[in-house]
Structure formats: C-alpha cells, structure tokens
C-alpha cells in the first residue's frame, strides 16, 4: 500500500516569507472604518483549462488568507467575466494608495507556489482608487430610486 505524506507549512514560515517579500503584518487587523475610498490592486489571471474552481478556491481561501496578515489589506474580489470563463480578475483592496502599490503580492515566491499549478498566465497589474458612488451626494437618489 501506497502512503502519501502531505506538507503543511507552519504559519510562522508563511509571516517569515512575506516579510522577506516586503510585505507588512498587522497584529490588530485590517478594517478601516469610515473611509469611503479604498485603493485597489488588480491582476489579471487566465486560468488553466478545466482549473477555474481551483484557481478561484485557492483565491478565496489560501491567498486571501496570506494577505490578511498584511498591513492595510482590506479585501479581495474575483471577478470573472462572462465572455471568457478562464479570465479572472482579482481585486485586492488596501486603505492607502501606498500599500496597493507597494503590496506586490502577485510577486511573492509564496503566491506564485499557491497559483502557479492553476494559471496559463497572468496578465496586467494595475492600481486604482475606488469610490462608493452610492454613499453620499446627490447621487443617492439615482443609485436607490425606489427608497424613501
């Protein structure tokens, strides 16, 4: 009979390899309350074939739960489109303009070891800053015109 031996690699190992990466561990966590704009950075990823599921778990689960360690990190989203089903877009929020910047997860020897076995390639890098259109102004109405 076969046996299999599975590595686990110690979260201790994991805040080490992002340090080394220039990345920031914040103790307290991530939330910022009451700020309306976030900073976002966005890479693209295209999916092996038949490995989207996997991608997207690793994603959701894995990488997402590196980057909470880091300094700033506020969120990630996938987003895939319609037309192209191996084409993915994620979405990391940040709250300074700084650290979407300086944050190159998508770089990291530990973030290529969790996505390399799912990807064809990746493709553009890009940072922004986002806004809630919804949240104030007088554009309230014309984002819930069925509210009161």
Not at 20 to 26: F, P, T
Request: proline share 4%.
């Amino acid at each position: 009979m076969a046996s299999v031996a599975l590595e686990i690699e110690e979260p201790q190992s994991i805040d080490l390899e992002l340090e080394k990466e220039g990345a920031r561990r914040s103790p307290a966590g991530n939330q910022s309350e009451g700020n309306s704009t976030l900073n976002v950075r966005a890479v693209g990823f295209i999916a092996s074939p038949g490995r989207v599921r996997e991608l997207t778990e690793c994603i959701r689960g894995s990488l997402t739960g590196l980057l909470k360690k880091v300094d700033g990190f506020a969120g990630t989203i996938i987003l895939q489109t319609h037309e192209e089903m191996r084409s993915l877009l994620v979405l990391t929020y940040w709250e300074t303009e700084h650290q979407a910047k300086a944050n190159r997860w998508e770089d990291f020897s530990v973030t290529q070891d969790l996505v390399t076995p799912y990807i064809d390639a990746r493709t553009r890098v890009q940072t922004y800053q986002a806004m809630d259109a919804c949240q104030s102004g007088p554009s309230l109405e014309r984002c819930h015109p069925h509210q009161s």
